[in-house]
């Protein structure tokens, strides 16, 4: 079992920066492949970014290219989520996700375990 617990959400306004953090415990943080996704009110939940166990490759949403980054710390057991140039339609629930096999993937349905997600919030 792998618990995650997202931080660093807030109220922001359009053009600013946030950085996310998803703290890991549990079975080993290492072995899994970790995503971002996000919830936007009145929508379905969407992928954002995903990372592979050594940090090596990743996977953005064509919304967030160059705007987001996706890293991760195996020895604090976390993952992070830099938003920069955040605009309001960025605002949304966003969760952290973890996913025990080996490959990338924007399938939400691939993914194991959950956070309880966290509030962004951009103002225009």
């Known amino acids: 079992q792998v618990q995650l617990v997202e931080s660093g959400g807030g109220l922001v306004q359009a053009g600013g920066s946030l950085r996310l953090s998803c703290a890991a415990s549990?079975?080993?943080?290492?072995?899994?492949?970790m995503g971002w996704f996000r919830q936007a009110p009145g929508k379905e939940r969407e992928f954002v970014a995903c990372i592979t166990w050594g940090g090596a490759r990743t996977i953005y949403a064509d919304s967030v290219k160059g705007r987001f980054t996706i890293s991760r710390d195996n020895a604090k057991n976390t993952v992070y989520l830099q938003m920069n140039s955040l605009l309001p339609e960025d605002t949304a629930v966003y969760y952290c996700a973890a996913r025990s096999g080996p490959y990338l993937t924007k399938g939400e349905s691939e993914y194991d375990y959950w956070g309880q997600g966290t509030q962004v919030t951009v103002s225009s």
């Open positions: 549990g079975r080993t943080f290492s072995s899994f492949v």
